[in-house]
C-alpha cells in the first residue's frame, strides 16, 4: 500500500512539472483531489489494509493530500503570473500596418437636431444652458405658476422618487434657476431631456426632449416671440412650413399660445403620425406670466419677456420624416445611424 502512494507522489510530481496554463491546473487538481481522484479511490482502499497498517496509511495518503493542495496552490499562483504576462505581451506585439477599421460612429438625430438649434439660437445672442432631468416639485411646478392641486398638474404626471424629487416633465422646470442665476435682461435656450407617464403611439413617448427658450428685457412683445419663432423654423427646415398660431394655455404664460406645424409626414391631409389631424403640435409659448417673472427675482413691473417649449423630438420627426416618435428611443441602428452630424 505505501508503494502505491509514492508512486502516485511520483506521478503527481512528473505532471505539475509540466502544466502550463490554469485550465492544465484544475485537471490535476480533479484527477487527484476530484471526489473520483487518485485520493479518494486510495483512500476507499483503507478497508482493505490489515489492522495493524490502517493508521500509518491513512497518514501517509493525508500527507500526500495536503503536499498535493500545496504544490497545485504554489503552481496556481506562478502560472496566474505568467498568463497575464501573456496577455500584455500578445496586446503589445500588434501590427501597425494592418488596415484601420474606419467604420465612423454616428450622432443620433436628436443630438444633430439639438445642436442645430442650438446654433440657430446662439447666433442670435441666446446662451446655451443645461439642467438636470431630476428636479423637485417647486422648480418642476410651482416656481412656473403651478400650485399643487392645479388641474394643469394633471396632463404632467411623472415618475416620482422615493425622496420626493420627480424626473422633469418639461424644461420649463429650469426658468426659475435660469432666471435666478442671470437676472434680466436674458436670452437662453435649454434643451432637455423629459418624462411623463402617458401612453405611447406615433406622436407621443414617455421620453422625450424639448428646448426651452426665454428673452426677458424691456419692451418684449408677442411681435418679438413671433419673430424669433418663423427664423428658427425657417432655418431648420430651409424652406416655408406652414404654421398656425392658436391660443393656449399654460399657467405659466398669458397669453399663451399653440404653435402647430402643418404635418410635413402627410402634407396636411390626415395621418396617424398628426393623429389624422394634419396639425402636430410643436412647440407652444406665450409672454411670460408676472408671477413667474417674480419667482425668478425678476421686476415685473419693469421687464416682460416671451417663453417657448420646443418639442425637439417632433421637430426631429418632421425635419428627417420619422413616421413613428418611438423610433428615437428604439435603439434601431439602422434607422438611426444614418445621421452623420456634426
Ligand atoms: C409644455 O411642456 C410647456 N412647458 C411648453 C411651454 C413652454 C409653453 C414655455 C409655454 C411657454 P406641452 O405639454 O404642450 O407644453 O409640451 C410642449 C411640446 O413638447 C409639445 O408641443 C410637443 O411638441 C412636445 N411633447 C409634449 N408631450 C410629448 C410627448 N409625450 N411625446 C413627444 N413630444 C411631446
Known sequence: MQDKTSSLRETFKELI????????????RVEFLGKKGHIAS??????????????AFGQSVNELKQKIEQQLAEAHEKIV???????INAAEDYDVSLPMN??????????????????IFRTMGFTIEDFSEIVDDYNCFEAVNIPKYHPARDMQDTYYLDNGQLLKTHTSAAQNSIMRKYGA???????GRCFRNESTDACHENTFFQMEGIMIDEDISISNLIYFMKTMLSEVFGQDVTVRLRPGFFPFVEPGFELDIQCLICG??????????????????????????????????????FAFGLGLTRLAM??????????????NLKALSQFIGK
Open 318 to 331: 418632421m425635419k428627417y420624416g420619422v413616421k413613428d416618435i418611438r423610433v428615437f428611443n428604439s435603439g
Open 268 to 305: 396636411g391631409e390626415g395621418c396617424p403620425s398628426c393623429k389624422n389631424s394634419g396639425w402636430l403640435e410643436l412647440c407652444p409659448c406665450g409672454m411670460i406670466h408676472p408671477n413667474v417673472l417674480k419667482y425668478g427675482g425678476i421686476d415685473s413691473e419693469k421687464y416682460t419677456g
Open 185 to 191: 435682461p436674458l436670452r437662453a435656450v435649454f434643451p
Open 81 to 87: 503570473k505568467l498568463e497575464e504576462q501573456r496577455q
Open 102 to 119: 474606419i467604420e465612423m460612429g454616428s450622432y443620433h438625430p436628436i443630438t444633430v437636431i439639438q445642436r442645430e438649434v442650438e446654433e
Open 17 to 28: 512539472g509540466r502544466v502550463n496554463s490554469s485550465e492544465e491546473i484544475e485537471k490535476l
Open 42 to 55: 486510495l483512500m476507499s482502499q483503507l478497508k482493505t489494509v490489515p489492522n495493524e497498517e490502517k493508521k
